[in-house]
């Protein structure tokens, strides 16, 4: 079954510090991916995007992301994390395919601390 | 440019009644997806809408429906509302096209509470 899951629900890290959120997906092709972040009580906005090529993508704010086939996973990451990077982080596929809905995982909560 | 809006922001229904939601996607965009999110779940999808026809649905009852205008807005109707339908309801919109309908933005948001 297609699926994609973000193994951590919630993780805790020091301003500045770096941060990686792991994302691993299921589908039998390789999805297009995405990474959204949602601050509280908001919508979500879009970080980064991948389609194809280079496996290394950047996104807004920092952040990057790398897709790795081998793994089937799409880790976003950021090297100095800043305070207002507390939020929901949500990893989403869309199969290549003629059904054009996203799938999301469950969410990372990140908090930063002082 | 403006982006994604959706009104209302939040609302609060009675089980049994009906609501709808309305959605005007960004300048140029043709294609209005709508997603369910629960608390403390990722969202999903309910319809994706594309030139005023109906593109896709997800595993929805068909409480649920939507239409898109001329102008690419959309509305989502729910009728019979149940107590899970609590939700915050995004919109999203995107260009059309096989990667073009993929990459979608997304609006703030309603928050429906239905008692």
């Known amino acids: 079954a297609q699926s994609v899951t973000q193994p951590d629900i919630h993780i805790t890290v020091s301003e500045g510090a770096s941060l990686e959120l792991r994302c691993n997906y299921s589908?039998?092709?390789?999805?297009?991916l995405f990474w959204y972040v949602q601050s509280p009580g908001q919508g979500l906005q879009l970080l980064l995007k991948?389609?194809?090529?280079?496996?290394l993508v950047q996104g807004i704010k920092g952040f990057e992301a790398e897709f790795k086939r081998s793994q089937s996973s799409f880790n976003l990451r950021k090297p100095s994390v800043h305070w207002s990077d507390a939020a929901e982080y949500f990893c989403?596929?869309?199969?290549?395919?003629?059904?054009?809905?996203?799938?999301f995982g469950a969410g990372t909560t990140v908090t930063v601390r002082a | 440019d403006a982006g994604v809006t959706q009104s209302p922001t939040h609302l609060i229904k009675t089980r049994g009644q009906h609501v709808t939601l309305r959605c005007s996607p960004i300048?140029?965009?043709?294609?209005v997806s709508w997603y369910q999110q629960v608390l403390g779940q990722g969202p999903q999808f309910i319809f994706q809408?594309?030139?005023?026809?109906?593109?896709g649905r997800g595993n929805f009852p068909d409480r649920f429906s939507a239409r898109q205008f001329p102008n690419y807005s959309s509305e989502l109707n729910v009728n019979a509302l149940l107590l899970g339908d609590s939700a915050l309801y995004l919109c999203?919109?995107?260009?059309?096209?096989?990667?073009?309908?993929?990459?979608?933005?997304f609006g703030p948001g309603t928050r429906l509470t239905v008692t």
């Open positions: 999203a919109s995107s260009l059309a096209g096989r990667q073009g309908f993929y990459e979608q933005y």
């Open positions: 989403a596929v869309g199969p290549r395919s003629n059904d054009y809905k996203l799938s």
């Open positions: 991948y389609f194809s090529g280079d496996t």
């Open positions: 300048s140029g965009h043709k294609s």
């Open positions: 589908y039998g092709a390789t999805p297009y």
């Open positions: 809408y594309y030139e005023k026809e109906e593109r």
